[in-house]
């Protein structure tokens, strides 16, 4: 796999800068279009500000580490967090018919990441949430 980045960042939501310019940087290096890149960035956004915001009950540091790379034509992301034990793979997919007034708040965002991506895989190893991201280029 051709490395990408490897970020790791503070449980803080004004890291996410670092994220989007980190995948706009490697898009651009690597010819991906901008709606590609676009919906990277607000996948990985959504991801990790959940983490941020709900993974951490109590106060502190924690570093969260976000990884990119390509192979062919897959780009691959992992996150890892120390954060609450979470699959969001289990979360129910969200009614979308109602009105917004009808609707159960929450889920919406790990919807959009299942929509953007291709394959989503979760596992707990060793005290850590890894998610595993993949997309298809074509």
Do not use: C, W
């Not at 992992?78 to 997919?93: I, K, N, S």
């Amino acid at each position: 796999m051709q490395p990408g980045f490897s970020l790791r960042l503070h449980n803080r939501l004004l890291e996410l800068d670092r994220v989007a310019d980190a995948v706009e940087a490697f898009g651009e290096a690597h010819g991906l279009p901008a709606r590609l890149r676009f919906q990277i960035r607000l996948a990985l956004d959504e991801l990790l500000t959940n983490i941020i915001s709900y993974g951490y009950p109590e106060d502190g540091d924690h570093l969260i580490t976000v990884a990119m790379g390509q192979e062919g034509t897959r780009l691959r992301f992992v996150l890892e967090d120390d954060a609450q034990p979470f699959d969001p793979l289990t979360a129910r997919t969200p009614d979308t018919t109602g009105t917004p007034e009808e609707r159960r708040i929450g889920g919406l965002g790990i919807h959009l990441v299942r929509t953007i991506m291709d394959r989503v895989a979760y596992e707990r190893v060793d005290d850590r949430n890894r998610l595993i991201l993949e997309k298809d280029i074509d």
